[in-house]
């Protein structure tokens, strides 16, 4: 059986991959360690914090469905929270392997007990409408009230709850109410009678995946609508917040868009959907508006973490390659999204570009949205906070504490859609791992485990993200020849593999182990997997080794905010500089007057005693001088000594994903170079 | 009589200099110029922006006091919007050197026939709370319902009527109003209801003004209670949009805080009031707090053209060093908070730096703010627009179009509270030109016209900022010695001067000649001040002249947003490339692929028919070159060659406040150097 988790393209889609692979993550490798914590604390904890946020007390008020019950407060869309933590519970139960509350599946039964209270005669289940506007015709506040978006994550709690348990409760308390959606809205023409969109997208991934999980059609026809009904200003008319239409993608269709724009997980949650439709359809128009904004986002909208969203105002991607540091809002939900489309788009094209952001955006820009120890959150994800910056007053955020740009986390939020994103892409990452096609099995990510499928079953053994040997020992395979097809990942300069101690030995198509230049693309179908075909016995050995020399890392000449920088990476893994870590640093000086020696060396040195243990790279840098009359204005003449830097420091650098879990302090990831 | 003009501090204050010179720009000087549009066009069209926008409307149905009548839209200061074209209007028509509309004076008489006719028996007047809200308590909606605010811009409206043409109609409706607040807000154990403030600072200033107005004492004593009721958190109970204290600058008593901080406009008004308290108090702590917040947000937190507040989220300053140059949101409104700060700050202390900053300011960030036509704004005003922005779908602003960060201008805002802000500085300029105080006169700012004062009444010729020479003839000088004091702005790096052709003659105190460093101090209280003490005689003429070689600019290092970068400056004019200006520029190359040649000279030149006279400065850059292959990443490894530029072009540079008068496109002022 694969592995229980999001986007399971049907047979007769157009998906070059297939998700039918399992995969079990082992042992206290870094995805393993993650998922552990996942398991063990943050998810038996979301019930309480759902109780004292109010978000169960206000099912409880529904489901009495008794006149004059309060709505208990929170947004429009706080059921929202209630379905992404069922979700991420229901996958949860679905793996065996890791260790969770044994409480969980009663805790699951008992608020999927509230949610079938609480849904009405009609199909309908919003605690909010029904407690805060009984008598609001359903479906008329569609700019802001989020009821499609909360009735998505209410039908993907109940496809994993199907998937992962088989258990049919929560999905039929799904079906019905996709049943009212489907007899409420369409096309004119259609005999429905709204033809509109919810100005939060999610709904049509949700149609999509019910349809896999059903076989209904309707549910995918549904679901194509609602992405084709994007880009008409039907939310024009009713907003009284005068944000663009690009705030909500309906500036433009869909398959006309030319760049990802607005409020980034609508635009993410939105495209994920499109790529459902389109792998399930064929729809070759679609396919390649759904590749092109992928590009363009990877391109010029991306940062350095993977992480997506520019600006604080609107949670919104900026302009093409304006990716500031400090303020970056890189929202941990945008980044989830990210990785949740770019999966969409692996298994469509076979492509392992999306695998490389995916891995990169998981490891980087998602894990850094929660504490090393489960517990606390954040919610925007910056690449730079300033000296200083703990001791700044008044400088806020707009979802309570947790997202003013500084890294001071928080057990939850009054926004609380970061934390059960979190929950549910860890407990489902595993059915992210590694796909089928009719020659074999593909290896996406690395991490310590087994993976069968497509005819293999393997055993991976791996210190992988620290190490970059990546051992794999066949267990089972089938009869006749399969072919094993591993990533070399984007940036790997170096690798060699090895089949039964033999270099090359039936390795076909992979990309050069020469070192490449700044993400050039090899082309074709093969180009970033390494595909190993031969009729395979138990015992069969690979190993692939992936050079894991720290390296420097500059952006192309149009990032401004990087400009005169380099960041440091290791495999996978965006490195920052954390102010406790630089004791070399005098009194007075900070971590914005230091100039990174590019020409000095870098080292890597494991800690297993830090951060639940990381590999720190070091690198030499110079504090730049002050003078000691800077006057009252930071301007004056150009002046060529301003170039002139002070002495050597040894800079510690640990992985960005583990930032902001000792204190408050500065952190840069891009730091100034001589 | 002087200048009719804001801020007035009484005989008994502690101000250091004394606003009673008078001062009339003419001719087609830049500042004679712009003014002139502003009487001529911006102001006269007012009253028909006002009436397509209701807020005419509003005050006529709160005028006809019948139960029922709806309040036509808006915000709920709209009537703020009024109350600032009526103090530009008033400010105009004490100005008799300049040509406005005829019929300008029945306009104000009829419009403060309407405000006459809406305020109530108490006092009260305020078209969104009586038409909105009739059975609402007064003042309990203080967070976000700006009553003080929008009753602080009736009262500056009102003196500046009163001040200006003697007329006391709407003086005694403000003065009405006024004492409804007085009797109103007080601090505990006063006997007065209510103690708390306003989420939107104003009323601190326009009581101090109507302190000097009336002579009434406690109005100067509820100015002060207000600044120091800032502080105590009285603003957290009962907001509902989450912001943090330090938006309403709530987080800590003016006296204490350490950093300009929150939302920019309501910080500037704040602490313009605080200044006018602590001038006529003489109160030192509360002078010592201003210093210093004064001198952080200068040092820290402004940006090379003067605008401050970095952030478009919260509309709110950024922290220390944290400058962006795109997304600078660096609103209008708080460049014009700035510019009546710093005039406050010059005359309490009498040092050159606060008219530094206030002529920095105002050339550079205040009149970008309107356009040269004088009848389309700006609401912020960034310091880079992107090559591509003009096709970029979906960024939007909030405040309808003219604030997306795209130099787009427009008629009117929605939340208008810039354009008669603009025109209420421009109209009372000439207030800002000059000071007295017993031993004579000082020149703060240059411009054509006359300027008499202190004993001495002086014309003076000038083609500034265009030209650095000014030549100064008395016309009227009374007995004894006097002391004529020119400010040697900060940015004149060489200067000459003369009396009568004789260099030196009389001179004393003055800095050096020679060229200085980054804005370094040169301390006491004549460090700025160029004095010439001797007993004058009419024909006396004295000529300064500021070398005006255009020149290249850095910014501090811990400016991440302007690193390795320069920009251009001519004077006290900060230059930007616009991209329409770049003929030599290839197709397919924008203004984010110019790296600055440093190295090479700058040159200026005189365009008589360019956005209405210009001197441009040409500069030498070079086109960087871009792989033909530059991947679906735009991240890869350090690479020494990556500093390799190509073929030279000539940039043409035109003044900043002159940007988007023609058409959207790419814009810099900071350019990538060599």
Chains 1, 2 share one sequence.
Not at 463 to 492: D, F, K, M, N, Q
Request: one cysteine or more.
């Amino acid at each position: 059986m694969p592995s229980a988790g999001p986007v399971r393209p049907t047979d007769r889609s157009s998906a070059a991959l297939r998700p039918d692979a399992s995969a079990v993550l082992t042992g206290d490798g870094l995805l393993g360690q993650r998922r552990a914590v996942n398991a063990s604390v943050s998810i038996p904890q979301g019930p309480e914090r759902l109780e004292e946020a109010g978000n169960l007390e206000n099912l409880r008020a529904a489901a009495r469905k008794e006149s004059g019950e309060a709505f208990r407060g929170g947004y429009p869309f706080q059921d929202s929270d209630v379905h992404k933590w069922l979700e991420a519970a229901a996958w949860q139960l679905g793996d065996d392997s890791t260790a969770t509350d044994p409480g969980l599946p009663d805790r699951v039964q008992e608020i999927v007990g509230l949610l079938r209270g609480a849904q009405d005669d009609a199909g309908y289940l919003n605690s909010y409408f029904m407690l805060a506007k009984p008598d609001q015709p359903r479906f008329t506040e569609l700019v802001w009230g989020h009821e499609l978006y909360t009735a998505g994550h209410l039908i993907q709690a109940a496809v994993a709850h199907h998937r992962a348990t088989g258990r049919g409760e929560l999905l039929d308390i799904a079906v019905k109410f996709a049943d009212l959606i489907d007899a409420s809205f369409g096309p004119e023409g259609s005999g429905k009678p709204i033809d509109r969109i919810d100005g939060h997208p999610e709904i049509e991934t949700a149609l999509a995946e019910l349809y896999r999980e059903t076989g209904e059609r309707r549910y995918l026809d549904l679901a194509g609508y609602f992405v084709d009904a994007h880009g008409r200003g039907t939310l024009g008319s009713d907003t009284n917040h005068h944000m663009r239409l690009g705030y909500f993608q309906d500036h433009a269709p869909v398959r006309e868009a030319k760049a990802v724009t607005g409020h980034s997980v609508r635009q993410l949650y939105l495209l994920a959907g499109a790529t459902d439709v389109a792998t399930e359809t064929g729809d070759a128009e679609l396919r390649a508006a759904v590749e092109r904004l992928w590009a363009e986002m990877a391109a010029r909208q991306t940062y350095l973490t993977g992480g997506v969203g520019a600006h604080h105002s609107d949670e919104a991607f900026g302009h093409p390659y304006e990716l500031p540091n400090e303020r970056a809002y890189c929202e941990t939900c945008a980044a989830i999204a990210s990785v949740q489309w770019s999966w969409r788009m692996a298994l469509l094209t076979g492509d392992t570009r999306y695998s490389d952001l995916l891995e990169r955006t998981l490891l980087n820009g998602v894990l850094c949205g929660v504490s090393l120890g489960g517990d606390r959150y954040l919610y925007d994800n910056p690449l730079h906070v300033r000296d200083g910056f703990a001791d700044q007053e008044g400088a806020g955020g707009s979802h309570g504490e947790g997202d003013d740009g500084g890294g001071r986390r928080v057990g939850w939020f009054r926004c609380a859609c970061c934390p059960p994103n979190v929950m549910r892409l860890l407990a489902s990452l595993p059915s992210y791992v590694a796909s089928t096609d009719a020659d074999g099995l593909q290896l996406h990510q690395y991490a310590e485990g087994t993976v069968a499928g497509g005819g293999l079953a393997l055993e991976v053994a791996t210190r992988y993200p620290w190490e970059g040997r990546i051992a794999l020992t066949v267990r089972e395979a089938s009869a006749g020849e399969r072919t094993l097809s591993l990533r070399i990942p984007h940036w790997a300069r170096e690798w060699t593999a090895d089949v039964n101690g033999q270099a090359g030995a039936g390795i076909d198509g992979a990309r050069s182990a020469s070192p490449e230049g700044r993400g050039r693309e090899t082309g074709g179908r093969d180009g970033g997997w390494l595909r190993i075909t031969r009729e395979w016995a138990a015992g069969d050995e690979v190993v692939l080794d992936l050079a894991m020399a720290p390296r420097l890392t500059e952006a192309d000449p149009r990032v401004d905010a990087a400009r005169g920088c380099a960041a440091i990476e290791r495999g996978p893994l965006v490195y920052c500089v954390e102010a406790g870590d630089q004791p070399e640093l005098g009194d007075g000086y900070g971590l914005d007057d230091l100039v990174l020696d590019v020409a000095a060396g870098l080292a890597a040195e494991w800690r297993p005693k830090l951060l639940d243990g990381v590999c720190v790279v070091t690198a030499t840098a110079r504090v730049r001088g002050r003078s000691g009359n800077a006057g009252w204005w930071p301007y004056g003449d150009v002046d060529a000594a301003s170039g002139e830097v002070g002495e050597a420091v040894t800079l510690t650098a640990v992985p960005y994903y583990a930032w902001a879990n000792r204190g408050v302090g500065a952190m840069r990831v891009w730091i100034p170079r001589v």
